[in-house]
């Protein structure tokens, strides 16, 4: 009988699985990109606040049948009538349903990621009401163990205009001279469903203000069209990101649309080198051990300085926690860091049978490796981030064989780990460092 109701439970989740989407009318996943009125005031981004965010922190929450739902309002002024409006959910305690004004516009089952939806169509000049719905179970509960209470992370209300920077990435390589020769790539996409012409200027600037680059492009995007504006530049040595020497540079992007600055952005960009291989990973091309504590996400500058006396030169959090807050420290401390996708299946069954663990049923497949891309492009342009992980405790299988496969074809070169397992080939080892326990 026992046996009888297993098979029945196999079922009856897989035809779940097979009716889910990972995530229903999201935005791209992507660094934080904060858009403000004048430079000066991107500038000062921590200490001002910007006319283009509205942090949402007054919550109603009200419960029926265990359903979850927290309410909030915000104003949509006449200033904002030609930008897109992106509801940014830094995280929440499981998957959920986004409304506006009644209205479903999406769904996300990982709860632990940054995710973005555009609320344009739905939001009116005015006030308007956003809900965010937790379900008492979600379908995708055993993908990551959490018996955490209904819960959300910051909420923020982001305009831009309706050709926006998207996202912000760098490359970079050593040359001869052990300077940093960097590339860096602007994003630039419009919803609009006609032709959108910009002008998008960028500014490279060291510690000391000295200007390393400067220059602009002018785009013209067809409908929802999507490009990118590249710049390379030399960086001195001087000023490369390392551990010991956090040095990051500031990346002012501005982008003029009809002769008016639409919107202003600074990101603070760390310039160093990562190389792995056979075993080997190097930073600026010095070899590199690390040895891994396993921190809680709200850990203080003062305990990372505490923890980096002690020895320790790279830090991780539970597998599912990916606040962007957490990696900006670890830049401007000094140490590395290892984020962790939003997978854990050690509470599951252990055996690697064919569906006796999410990691080996095939039609959660889309959901394993949507969650290692939003791992991946939310945290890739931290310079702290020298590795990833496949999570902490699953149980190996076919779905995390191919995340491995995933995440190399979008990076070769930093090494996936898996601390789940050690000796298989989705785990690359790093010569000589020490990974914390996997507690389950």
């Known amino acids: 009988m026992k046996t009888i109701l297993s098979i029945v439970a196999i079922l009856l989740a897989s035809n779940v699985y097979a009716q889910l989407l990972p995530n229903k009318n999201s935005e791209l996943p992507r660094r934080a990109i904060n858009p403000y009125a004048t430079i000066d005031e991107a500038l000062l981004a921590s200490n001002v606040p910007s006319r283009y965010i509205t942090p949402l922190t007054e919550w109603k929450r009200t419960e029926k049948d265990g359903d979850v739902t927290f309410t909030a309002s915000y104003f949509y002024p006449t200033a904002w009538l030609n930008r897109q409006l992106l509801v940014r959910i830094e995280s929440a305690s499981s998957g959920y349903t986004l409304s506006v004004n009644g209205a479903e516009m999406g769904s996300t089952t990982n709860g632990s990621n940054p995710t973005e939806f555009n609320v344009t ?109 590249s710049f390379a530049t030399i960086v001195p040595a001087k000023w490369l ?143 702290s981030v020298v590795a990833f992980s496949l999570g902490g405790g699953a149980t190996n299988g076919i779905n995390l064989y191919e995340s491995y496969l995933m995440l190399k074809q979008l990076d070769e070169n930093r090494p996936i780990i898996f601390f789940g397992t050690t000796g298989e080939w989705n785990h690359d080892t790093v010569e000589g460092s020490i990974m914390p326990k996997i507690e389950k």
């Open 241 to 383: 990101w390392s551990i010991h020497n956090p040095t990051q540079l500031r990346l002012i992007v501005r982008n003029q649309i009809e002769g008016r600055y639409a919107e202003n952005i600074a990101v603070k960009v760390g310039v160093r080198e990562i190389e792995y291989a056979k075993k080997r990973l190097t930073v600026n091309g010095k070899p590199v051990a690390l040895r891994v504590a396993t921190v809680p996400a709200t850990i203080s500058a003062d305990e990372i300085a505490a923890l980096k006396v002690q020895g320790y030169n790279a830090l991780t959090v539970k597998a599912g926690v990916a606040a962007d807050e957490f990696y900006a420290l670890c830049d401007s401390v000094g140490v590395y860091a290892i984020p962790q996708a939003a997978i854990d299946t050690s509470h599951g069954a252990p055996h690697i049978k064919r569906d006796g663990n999410p990691s080996n049923n095939p039609l959660c497949k889309e959901f394993y490796l949507a969650r290692m891309g939003e791992m991946y492009h939310t945290a890739k342009s931290h310079p």
């Open 121 to 229: 169509k739905k939001s009116e000049q005015g006030v308007n009401e956003l809900q965010i719905t937790i379900p008492a179970k979600s379908a995708t509960a055993e993908l990551l163990a959490n018996n955490a209470p209904a819960s959300l992370g910051k909420v923020s209300i982001v305009a831009q205009p309706a050709i926006r920077v998207r996202d912000i990435d760098n490359l970079v390589h050593l040359n001869d001279n052990g300077d940093g020769v960097a590339e860096f790539n602007i994003v630039v996409k419009t919803e609009a469903l006609n032709p959108k012409s910009s002008r998008i200027h960028y500014e490279l600037l060291a510690p000391d203000t000295t200007r390393i680059a400067y220059g602009y492009k002018d785009l013209t995007l067809e409908m929802r069209g999507e490009d990118t504006v």
